[in-house]
């Protein structure tokens, strides 16, 4: 029989799971866009962002209530903190997507820079990786999760050799300013794409394996379990 936290935890699981859809759905929409330079599938991204902004709000009320009502401990401690920090991370992914989408309704035009950046294999890398951190989460695998871990660091050489690139293109070319100044911005906005993709696998690490990894890479620092979780 379950107990009321059990089913509570079921409920902030499939909130959290109907949030992450609506992110992703977004996410992909607009790197299709940037792909493909068909801004008219950035419409309604915005819009579908008050949705994500909601369900923000209700996980936060859903947790908030949880450790008041019944005040967890071990795996439902750790999977009320790790809901709490993904929670953020995805509504910041849609915040992102609005963002990005912004940036390819002005650089639309400017496809073959685009492809020259390295920016479509960034934001395929980058849109993979928020991909597999949901799933990671969903299935609870940890071995997803490091793959996505492991990935941050091509997107970071994606994004320096687009800034680079765009920047010696600026200098060369002064009618590419405004194109290219949009785009560093946007290679920006990828670059956290993926970043937050890394801090829901290593919520999700700390969930199911009750290790902290978040900044050990970093840090060089050997993983350890989490100590009274």
């Not at 079921?10 to 959290?16: D, Q, R, Y």
């Not at 953020?88 to 950046?117: F, M, P, W």
């Not at 993709?197 to 050990?216: G, P, S």
Request: net charge negative; glycine share 2%; proline share 2%.
């Amino acid at each position: 029989m379950k107990t009321n936290i059990n089913i509570e935890i079921e409920n902030l699981k499939t909130n959290l799971i109907k949030m992450a859809s609506l992110v992703d759905e977004q996410v992909e929409k607009v790197i299709y866009s940037l792909e493909t330079g068909e801004t008219e599938h950035c419409k309604g991204i915005k819009a579908r962002d008050l949705e994500v902004d909601a369900y923000d709000i209700l996980i936060q009320a859903q947790c908030e209530n949880m450790f008041r009502l019944y005040q967890p401990v071990d795996a439902n401690l750790r999977f009320i903190l790790s809901s709490i920090i993904i929670n953020n991370q995805l509504e910041r992914c849609g915040d992102i997507a609005v963002n990005i989408a912004g940036r390819v309704k002005k650089t639309s035009g400017y496809h073959l820079l685009i492809q020259e950046a390295q920016i479509i294999e960034m934001s395929r890398n980058a849109r993979k990786m928020l991909k597999q951190s949901i799933d990671s989460f969903i299935y609870q695998d940890t071995d997803l999760a490091t793959m996505v871990i492991q990935s941050d660091d091509n997107v970071d050489h994606l994004n320096r050799q687009a800034f680079k690139f765009l920047v010696k293109k600026m200098q060369s070319d002064p009618a590419t300013i405004e194109p290219c100044a949009h785009l560093i911005i946007l290679t920006r906005n990828l670059e956290r794409l993926a970043d937050h993709a890394t801090n829901i696998a290593e919520n999700l690490v700390f969930f199911v394996d009750a290790k902290i990894i978040t900044h050990k890479k970093r840090l060089n620092l050997p993983l350890e379990p989490a100590e009274d979780i």
